[in-house]
């Protein structure tokens, strides 16, 4: 089987946040399943050039947007035998940042048309397109609406990944027939119309075979008003045709004995702390094993719990405590953090930029690692820290549900700490209980992060769930 990824990031390449992860890491793990994946991506501007220099030119087409015809240059690198393909159109993707540009509705109009157009010329054909959020939602609706009676695509069948239902892609009628080309007909309730707007996202949902989400629970979830983000009622209708996968990370490339990034590889409690120490001591914090290292890595936007940990910032603090956190996002988050880390030279570090590095450095030095989410479709983060022996304090939502069992000292199940209602004080108490063990039992401790890091949330299990799943639509074509 021939399956072909469209996405909009594949780390190393392009990365910002867990989508990047995901679209670099299935695919491996669904070639040990010998299911041949090729993914295709924007060629964005910022893009390095130790990449951009490996590319080679596979062709040139023009991709019909509207009534125009617009460059696409396909390139290529081969990787571990995968093929990634990048399109190129400079006028659309050579720009710094990946999304969040007022024609984000064209460039991805362009892209998914590119990604149909492109096909005929890879040299495949796919059996299923494999969609992930809303920037490749368009691909569905097109193939149906343009394709569907060309004999090279007729049978190819689609798959719709939500990553994040929050992220729709929600543009003016007009992109239908201005960019996408296709009739009013689908704009209605059960089509791509969206409270008088077209939904990126609602186009895949109408229109691929099947639907997943990164979660069991997230795919629950989404089919309440909740969590639904206004799409729950749809969803609920095509319920049959939803399932939830859980995300797995890549443990060869998240690897504390071999990471390079880190100060010192580890497979121990102690080569930890070593790294604890060197972390302390290059962000300037005071170095000083005893004292607890809480950290985030995160995009900071308000479903990431953000608004919770600033409420009892204060309260954290009389902790006596470390507290480390790396990201960016909204302006209002970056500057309350740094404000933070003025205000506490001696406990908070604040760090707005995106750093790979920084953050296996992280990861590998804190002792807990706080993850209060609103709302998580499978959460990323709290996997890297189990592997790198850092336990998690979660809200149990989505895949942080499915992921973190909480600690039951009488039982001793469990891999981490959690907490049910999106409130700052029952966060607060779940850090305090959290502290507790760090502080009166470190045997114990110490036992829960080597445990942790050797727990197994590699890709397989969740690989041979997608394969069982294109196999599946496999069987519609024969
Ligand atoms: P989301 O996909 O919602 O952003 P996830 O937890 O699924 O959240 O994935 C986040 C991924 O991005 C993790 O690999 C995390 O380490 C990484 N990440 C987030 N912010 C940063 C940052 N500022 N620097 C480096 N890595 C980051």
């Known amino acids: 089987m021939n399956i072909l990824f469209a996405a909009s990031e ?7 946040g867990g989508l990047g992860d995901v679209i670099s890491a299935l695919p491996k793990a669904l070639l040990n399943q010998e299911i041949q994946v090729s993914v295709i991506l924007p060629k964005y501007g910022n893009l390095s050039d130790s990449y951009r220099n490996q590319l080679e030119l596979h062709r040139i087409i023009e991709v019909p947007v509207g009534w125009r015809k617009q460059y696409c240059g396909i390139e290529k690198i081969v990787k571990n035998g995968i093929t990634i393909y990048f399109l190129d159109n400079e006028y659309y993707f050579k720009r710094y940042g990946s999304y969040g540009f007022y024609d984000d509705g064209e460039r991805f109009a362009f892209f998914s048309r590119a990604v149909l157009e492109a096909l005929p010329h890879l040299g495949i054909r796919p059996d299923v397109i494999h969609c992930h959020d809303w920037q490749t939602g368009p691909i569905p609706l097109l193939l149906h609406a343009h394709y569907s009676n060309h004999p090279f695509y007729k049978g190819i069948k689609t798959v719709f990944t939500i990553h994040n239902l929050r992220y729709q892609g929600i543009f003016s009628k007009s992109v239908l027939s201005e960019l996408l080309d296709v009739s009013d007909r689908y704009f209605h309730i059960d089509g791509v119309e969206f409270y008088g707007n077209v939904s990126y996202m609602k186009a895949g949902l109408a229109f691929a ?7 069991p ?28 996968i859980l995300n797995g990370i890549d443990q060869s490339s998240y690897n504390p004995v071999s990471d390079s990034s880190l100060f010192e590889n580890y497979d121990s409690y102690e080569g930890k702390i070593r790294n604890k120490k060197l972390l302390q001591e290059e962000i300037a914090l005071p170095v000083n094993e005893s004292i607890p290292v809480i950290s985030m890595i995160t995009r900071l936007v308000d479903q990431k719990g953000i608004d919770l940990v600033l409420h009892v910032f204060n309260e954290m603090m009389k902790q006596n405590i470390q507290f480390i956190i790396l990201g960016t996002g909204e302006y209002r988050y970056e500057k309350a953090f740094r404000e ?24 590998a030095g804190s002792d807990l690692f706080l993850m209060p989410s609103q709302f998580e479709p499978c959460g990323i983060g709290q996997l890297l820290a189990f592997r790198y022996g850092t336990l998690p304090i979660v809200r149990e939502t989505g895949g942080l549900k499915d992921t973190v069992i909480p600690y039951n000292e009488f039982t001793n199940q469990g891999n981490g700490f959690s907490f049910t209602n999106y409130n700052a004080h029952d966060m607060l108490y779940t850090i305090e209980r959290a502290l507790w063990f760090y502080r009166f039992q470190p045997k114990k401790w110490k036992e829960l992060t080597e445990k942790a890091m050797k727990l197994d949330f590699s890709w397989e299990t969740s690989a041979k769930a997608y394969k069982e799943l294109y196999e599946s639509l496999h069987v519609l074509n024969v």
């Open 340 to 363: 933070l880390a003025n205000r506490y030279p001696k406990q908070v570090s604040a760090t707005n930029k995106f750093d790979e590095a920084l953050s296996r450095k992280i990861y």
């Open 209 to 215: 075979d099947r639907l997943t989400t990164v979660s």
């Open 10 to 16: 594949c780390a190393p390449y392009i990365k910002t």
């Open 217 to 244: 629970t997230y795919s629950k979830e989404i089919q309440t008003t909740y969590y639904g983000e206004q799409l729950d009622g749809f969803i609920r209708k095509r319920k049959s045709d939803l399932l939830g």
